[in-house]
């Protein structure tokens, strides 16, 4: 069992910058695929990013590229995503997802996600 609790999130004009976190309990964290879904008001939850167990490939949302980057430290059992050039299309709640699995090849499906965080909200404002 894995429990994922999400963080950073807040209100930031366009072009500003937030970092969010992702904080897993539980053993074993180094072997979970990890990813960050949003879902904003009247929207289906999308995928933003992935990362693979090791850190050593990513996947972004075509949406997000350039601005976006996920990462992970698997000592501190986190995963991170830094935004940039925040915009307010932006604006959602934004998930934290994992599931155990080597796999080479993020992870973009979300019905491939096992463990889902309770969300940290996104806005930006124009």
């Known amino acids: 069992q894995v429990q994922l609790v999400e963080a950073g999130g807040g209100l930031v004009q366009a072009g500003g910058s937030l970092r969010l976190s992702c904080a897993a309990s539980g053993r074993s964290f180094s072997i979970y695929a990890m990813g960050w879904f949003r879902q904003a008001p009247g929207k289906e939850r999308e995928f933003v990013a992935a990362?693979?167990?090791?850190?050593?490939?990513?996947s972004y949302a075509d949406s997000v590229k350039g601005r976006f980057t996920i990462s992970r430290d698997n000592a501190k059992n986190t995963v991170y995503l830094q935004m940039i050039s925040l915009q307010p299309e932006d604006t959602a709640v934004y998930y934290c997802?994992?599931?155990?699995?080597?796999?080479?090849?993020?992870?973009?499906?979300?019905?491939?996600?096992?463990?889902w965080g309770q969300g940290t909200q996104v806005t930006v404002s124009s």
């Open positions: 990362i693979v167990w090791s850190g050593g490939s990513t």
């Open positions: 997802a994992a599931v155990q699995r080597r796999s080479v090849v993020a992870r973009t499906d979300p019905n491939e996600y096992r463990y």
